[in-house]
Nanobody, 126 residues
Framework: QVHLVESGGGSVQTGGSLRLACVVSEDIFEPGCFGWFRQDVGKEREGVAVLSTNSGKADYKQSVQGRATISIDNAKRTVFLQMNNLQPDDTSTYYC???????????????????WGQGTQVTVSS
């Protein structure tokens, strides 16, 4: 069983930055998909950024394009999400997710991902 543990959430003002981290309990599996999702109470979980370890291709939710960067440090078994110019609409609980997959383009569909972290809260005040 793979365990994911997120950290790095917090409260920032509009325009601020945060770097979320997700430590993976095992070596980063390849090929695989890793992603960051977010979910508000009463709403569906939505994909923010996904990354294929097979191709290195990253994809982003349109509203965070240009403000977010997903990356992996294999030596540290950690997946990062750097978020800049944060906006109040970015306020949410952020989850790290992973799935073994040979795809070169990882999906945003949450049902594809087998393993999930417990979430970390990001709050952006205006």
């Amino acid at each position: 069983q793979v365990h994911l543990v997120e950290s790095g959430g917090g409260s920032v003002q509009t325009g601020g930055s945060l770097r979320l981290a997700c430590v993976v309990s095992e070596d980063i599996f390849e090929p695989g998909c890793f992603g960051w999702f977010r979910q508000d109470v009463g709403k569906e979980r939505e994909g923010v950024a996904v990354l294929s370890t097979n191709s290195g291709k990253a994809d982003y939710k349109q509203s965070v394009q240009g403000r977010a960067t997903i990356s992996i440090d294999n030596a540290k078994r950690t997946v990062f999400l750097q978020m800049n110019n944060l906006q109040p609409d970015d306020t949410s609980t952020y989850y790290c997710a992973a799935a073994p997959s040979p795809t070169n383009a990882c999906p945003f569909a949450s049902w594809v991902y087998n393993f999930w972290g417990q979430g970390t809260q990001v709050t952006v005040s205006s």
